[in-house]
């Protein structure tokens, strides 16, 4: 075993490739894509236990890039989103040709889910963060990944919220047009 031997059993190559941490880039809009599971593990925060399944984008464009899926299965202020986040857990197992688990899968079960590949379709959102509007990509629908037709979708334009006020705005208000005045 060399030196610089990679976790793959390869030796590295110095590739720029290889080498360079990847920018994030936002998925267009309803882009199908093929993914693998590479992580699926519960986590908890402040709000409670969830689960949260990490997918990789295995070909295209698009290839290496993870999207993360956090699903809250039990959420009281919103049952109808907890009930949907229970059928695409399920669909998930059914999608990779698993049983769906009559009890909490425990970390093998969820160990065996790793390398699954499945068809998913990934939509574009935002979000304000630090006043600031930011971007991301959610999972919307898991599928076979047999016979799944890949198509990269249409990346959407997001216009950025305006401050309410401006300093410039409190100086100068526009002026007055209102044509409902009866004088």
């Not at 093998?108 to 006043?131: F, N, R, W």
């Amino acid at each position: 075993m060399s030196f610089l031997t990679l976790t793959s059993g390869s030796r590295a190559t110095g590739s720029a490739e290889g080498a360079f941490v990847s920018q994030f880039r936002v998925i267009p809009n309803n882009s199908k894509l093929l993914a693998v599971i590479s992580k699926f593990e519960k986590k908890s925060n402040s709000n409670g236990p969830y689960w949260q399944v990490t997918w990789e984008v295995v070909q295209g464009e698009f290839k290496g890039q993870s999207i993360w899926q956090f699903l809250s299965l039990h959420n009281p202020n919103y049952p109808d989103l907890a009930d949907r986040n229970k059928e695409m857990f399920a669909r998930i197992f059914v999608c990779c040709g698993m049983a769906i688990p009559e009890i909490e899968p425990d970390a093998y079960k969820l160990a065996q889910m790793q390398g699954k590949v499945c068809g998913i379709k990934v939509i574009e959102k935002t979000y304000e963060k630090d006043g600031e509007t930011k971007e991301k990509n959610e999972i919307s629908e898991v599928h076979p990944s047999d016979a799944f037709i890949e198509e990269i979708g249409v990346k959407m334009t997001h216009h950025v919220k305006k401050q309410s006020k401006s300093a410039y705005s409190e100086v100068n208000p526009p002026p007055f047009q209102d044509d409902s005045v009866p004088f």
